[in-house]
């Protein structure tokens, strides 16, 4: 499908409508930012420092990587924003002429969200630090490099996100693990949310160059959702987002939160869902008209010798691999699956990354590499599907794929049944 069906613009950012699922809430999208065009949906890799974990600006960007994370929290301790000032921010810091997006900068916390040592995700605002209390004013700390007391504003937070030249910016927000069940404090965070994002939007002083987005926020609780959704929207930000997901909820919360939240955003405009990386919750989300997903389980996952392929994760420190010289997978198009010699390519086998898992770093640079790219193309193909008005088929195949022995799990059939795909019988 060619051209628009409708175009969003603010002052530096246009998001242009390129096409629908016929069946369900999927679009396709292109974005555009001050650092140059993204196409949506996309996964965002994190950055944290203003580094991908094992790769070069020059490797991010062979993964086709154009819009990637950075953590303001952390920038702004280190290097700190006078040097952010002083260099012209994250992009001329870190080599990265592409765009880049940063979280408020509240404190992190990595939580098992899957029960397993390498499923984590990051929180903006539930913290490992102890002793730390959100009052209306903002958040008051510990610093972990000295135990001083520290203070985040929205004020500050904005300030150091517009210090760092991030393209999209998050408002700060008052987050709750969303199991919590405590109903006034999840209300209270809610309304605080909007208030703060008020504050957020009256501190953002590059408004013409760097596109403030809102969050979301309300917990399982969907009429408080509802409720947030439209005073949020009426604040008219560039983009949304939908904030405190993959907290540990079951994963069908997790699609009623997204359905019920993209059923009230504006049609022309990014809806982004925080902290969203498993490549079947992405799957899912997107049927649910989500645009934007980022999380730190790709690069994490490769550090612990797991490699994301079509068939499923594969653990390559497994010792069915040592003698397996294969690529990492069969027809991959990364630096690392490519026959040697093909425009750049390594062709590293799965023993190597076997032998290497255990022992050297270098083993979890190139699974990250893998990894990245991997994602980056299941976005591009989730793209194609919804171009070529195919994505029930598309999801179908990918969930027959990645799920070879058991078949996708109900909570996605579910789901996906509520946007009429129907992921075990077909259309």
Known sequence: MSGSLGTGKSAALTFDLKARCSTSKARASTLQLPHGPVELPIFMPVATQASLKGLTPEQLEDTTCRLCLNNTYHLGLKPGQEVLDAIGGAHKLQGWNHNILTDSGGLVLLINSCNTPDFFRSFQMVSLLKLAKITEEGVRFLSPHDGSPMLLTPEHSISLQNSIGSDVLMQLDDVIQTTSPD?????????RSIRWLDRCIAAHKKPDTQNLFCIIQGGLDLDMRRECCIEMVKRDTPGIAVGGLSGGEAKADFCKVVDTCTGLLPELKPRY?????YPEDIVVAVALGADMFDCVWPTRTARFGNAITKGGVLNLKHARYAEDFGPVEEGCKCTICRPRGENGGLGVSRAYIHHLAAKETVGAHLLTMHNVHWMLDLMRRVRDAIREDRYPDFA?????????DKGAPQWAVDAMKGVNIDLVGGN
């Open 183 to 191: 109903a006034a404090r999840m209300r209270e965070a809610m309304y």
């Open 273 to 277: 869902v925080m902290g969203i990386g």
């Open 396 to 404: 179908r195949q990918f969930f027959k794929d990645y799920f070879p």
